[in-house]
Nanobody, 128 residues
Framework: QLQLVESGGGLVQPGGSLRLSCVAS????????IGWFRQAPGKEREGVSC????????LSADSVKGRFTISRDNAKNTVYLQMNSLKPEDTAEYYC?????????????????????WGQGTQVTVSS
């Protein structure tokens, strides 16, 4: 069974850092692009950053460029989201999802309903 499990969230002060992890099982991670999405209360789930299956190409939302870095370790079947210079507006539940590498360039554009597989989410709260 394809499964994605997020971890690493928590409470952090503005300007702080967190690293989120997305561990995949039931499939070979390097055969899929992986995206990080987030959803704040009362808002739609939005794309944050995506990484391609093989060559490491990256897409990031303008709101996180220069602050968040997505990476992958295929040997560990894990994708990371390093979040630096966190702001209160980054507060959200963060989810990872898998998609066909053929759709990578659309990762931040496709609505969440287009994706079949999600992790359980990990909460990130940025507050003083």
């Amino acid at each position: 069974q394809l499964q994605l499990v997020e971890s690493g969230g928590g409470l952090v002060q503005p300007g702080g850092s967190l690293r989120l992890s997305c561990v995949a099982s039931g499939f070979t991670l390097d055969s899929y692009a992986i995206g990080w999405f987030r959803q704040a209360p009362g808002k739609e789930r939005e794309g944050v950053s995506c990484i391609s299956s093989m060559d490491g190409s990256i897409l990031s939302a303008d709101s996180v460029k220069g602050r968040f870095t997505i990476s992958r370790d295929n040997a560990k079947n894990t994708v990371y989201l390093q979040m630096n210079s966190l702001k209160p507006e980054d507060t959200a539940e963060y989810y990872c999802t898998a998609l066909s590498p053929l759709l990578f360039r659309l990762c931040l554009s496709l609505p969440p309903s287009e994706y079949d597989y999600w992790g359980q989410g990990t909460q990130v709260t940025v507050s003083s």
